[in-house]
């Protein structure tokens, strides 16, 4: 297959994926939930919804025309999957297909309905694409990886894959950054950055900072609209038993009723607390995030990702900001 073979197979999915009906999509939800409760039918629905953002014919030509993707011999690329929002290694497995080289994937228990899916659509559309795609119990003999985790877990994935070239992901948080100039509807727009998947993403944002005297409960009303999650009963659980520590510990906190807002210099927030930060000046802030850079996948406010489009990156948004394409492409 030439690289405009597989572009063209691409942007066929993501018409595929646009063009789905009602009853498609409820029979693949209902599967996917019954292996994973996070995954109800809006979060998978705004998860296909991204990827057809990503998979728009434009974009990916924009995206690609800087690279050389035409490996004489194609390399055998390891991608371990996470599977804590629907999809999330999609990217991925994108990026080893486009550089026509070949997929051999870990998959997570917890969303292997919605990639083989996924899988079982490519090779629908481009059927060449079968010989690329090796889905796996273990990856042994594999000429590079791409492996997503926890901190704990990256070290385990540093010392076993450290002989071939690999990238390895470890625990990240996005952030939100107020001056108190925002409007109504951009402090909406921050509700779905923060509560979009149930904030399990890494770009959803796990804390925000504000200008020092910023009444933060004038925000509260503008999350109305997502007062829906607490009816969940995983993100219920994660809720109440939060809630417990902070009275327990007389940790002073703010709570929406949906949302526990705690003030900590800590980054990465558990399910249903957001972390809260107030700062002095631009100056003093930058200073701060900084010092915490490697920890951090995005950030929304004015000067950085609007407000409402953390969710909606663009295929060369890469994840930990490192260049997987440029990665794929280096390898021959």
């Not at 994926?17 to 409820?26: A, G, P, R, V």
């Not at 014919?57 to 929002?85: C, F, Q, T």
């Not at 009963?233 to 009723?257: E, W």
Request: include cysteine; charged fraction near 25%; charge should be negative.
């Amino acid at each position: 297959m030439t690289l405009s073979d597989r572009l063209y197979a691409f942007t066929q999915l993501g018409e595929k994926i646009k063009n789905l009906n009602l009853d498609e999509l409820t029979i693949l939800t209902q599967s996917a939930k019954a292996r994973n409760g996070w995954f109800t039918h809006e979060n998978i629905a705004r998860s296909l919804q991204g990827i057809t953002h990503l998979l728009r014919d434009e974009k990916l030509k924009e995206w690609v025309s800087v690279y050389r993707l035409e490996p004489e011999v194609p390399k055998i690329v390891g991608i371990i999957m996470a599977g804590n929002i629907p999809m999330v290694g999609f990217h991925d497995l994108l990026c080893v297909l486009l550089s026509g080289n070949i997929a051999a994937i870990k998959m997570s228990s917890q969303d292997e309905v919605l990639i083989l899916q996924m899988i079982d659509w490519i090779i629908e559309i481009e059927p060449r694409f079968k010989k690329n795609i090796d889905v796996r119990e273990k990856l042994d003999r594999v000429d590079a990886v791409i492996a997503t985790g926890s901190d704990n877990t990256a070290r385990y994935f540093e010392y076993y894959f450290r002989k071939q070239p690999h990238i390895i992901r470890k625990n990240r948080a996005s952030i939100a950054i107020l001056d108190g100039t925002e409007t109504g509807k951009e402090l909406k727009a921050l509700g779905e950055d923060i509560f979009t998947y149930f904030g399990l993403g890494c770009r959803n944002m796990a804390k925000v900072f504000t200008p020092r005297g910023f009444d933060l409960t004038s925000v509260f009303p503008h999350f109305d609209d997502f007062k829906e999650v607490i009816n969940h009963h995983k993100y219920r659980n994660n809720y109440d038993y939060y809630k417990a520590i902070l009275l327990v510990n007389k940790t002073p906190h703010l709570d929406t009723g949906c949302l526990l807002i705690n003030t900590t210099t800590d980054l990465v927030s558990p399910t249903g607390i957001l972390y809260h930060q107030e700062y002095e000046s631009k100056k003093q802030l930058l200073s701060v995030l900084k010092l915490q850079e490697d920890k951090i996948q995005c950030i929304v406010g004015h000067d950085y990702i609007p407000f409402g489009q953390a969710q909606s990156p663009d295929p060369w948004d890469y994840a930990d900001g490192v260049d997987v394409m440029g990665f794929l492409e280096n390898l021959t």
